[in-house]
């Protein structure tokens, strides 16, 4: 198994406050992707980065920022949580951007009450 | 807009019959193919993919995909469901052009095994 790891893998947080989530990889592999998944959406991507303080929106960036400061970290923000960002998240990563397959950690579930 | 659409969101279907996800996309130029399955609570784990050479792809637990490109289609088969097979299957593509590995997926098809 790819060595990912996605922190918390549970949250429970109210509206209105901050919230940030955790990926880790041990894999050196150079993009990484935040994803979420809802119910009847499969999954949609949020941000995603292609090197240190390289980043990008995705399909569902609004209230979402991001950041990476080391290969191994991406750190997803909600910098004001809404009941709407009540998801799944999933972090990827992947060697490169063209025909290479991606790998996901466990996700992260996160409730916004 | 490119999309991919998987036109079924349950499927049930007996232990040891056959099995078939079907999965179309829209895009201007063929892109690279995968199907992911996601069993209860877990993550996301790579069953094929297709990029390139021959259409019939093999992969793993016996499934086996079909990429038609005069039907835009990569429909995902097994010959003979086992009841560890239910779960939910993504179809997902990434542009040849975009370089940046994004994955758009499909809304999913829950798979359900009857004994």
């Known amino acids: 198994d790819a060595g990912i790891t996605q922190s918390p893998r549970h949250k429970v947080t109210e509206t209105g406050t901050p919230v940030t989530l955790r990926c880790h990889q041990t894999?050196?592999?150079?993009?990484m992707y935040w994803y979420r998944q809802d119910p009847g959406h499969g999954l949609r991507l949020i941000h995603y980065?292609?090197?240190?303080?390289?980043?990008d929106k995705g399909e569902v960036s609004d209230g979402y920022s991001v950041s990476r400061s080391k290969t191994e970290d991406f750190l997803l923000t909600l910098e004001s949580a809404t009941s709407s960002q009540t998801s799944v998240y999933f972090c990827?990563?992947?060697?490169?951007?063209?025909?290479?397959?991606?790998?996901f950690g466990q996700g992260t579930r996160l409730t916004v009450v | 807009a490119q999309s991919v659409t998987q036109p079924d969101i349950h499927i049930t279907v007996s232990e040891g019959a056959s099995l078939e996800l079907r999965c179309n996309y829209s895009y201007g130029a063929t892109p690279y193919l995968f199907w992911y399955v996601q069993s209860p609570g877990q993550g996301l784990q790579l069953l094929l993919k297709y990029f390139s050479g021959d259409t019939l792809v093999q992969g793993i637990k016996g499934f086996e995909a079909e990429f038609k490109r005069s039907q835009s289609s990569f429909n995902l088969r097994k010959p003979s469901v086992h009841w560890s097979d239910a779960a939910e299957y993504f179809c997902?593509?990434?542009?040849?052009?975009?370089?940046?590995?994004?994955?758009?997926f499909g809304q999913g098809t829950t798979l359900q095994v009857k004994p």
């Open positions: 980065s292609y090197g240190v303080k390289d980043t």
């Open positions: 990827a990563i992947s060697e490169s951007g063209g025909p290479t397959e991606a790998f």
């Open positions: 894999e050196n592999h150079r993009y």
């Open positions: 997902a593509v990434v542009s040849r052009s975009s370089n940046t590995g994004k994955l758009i």
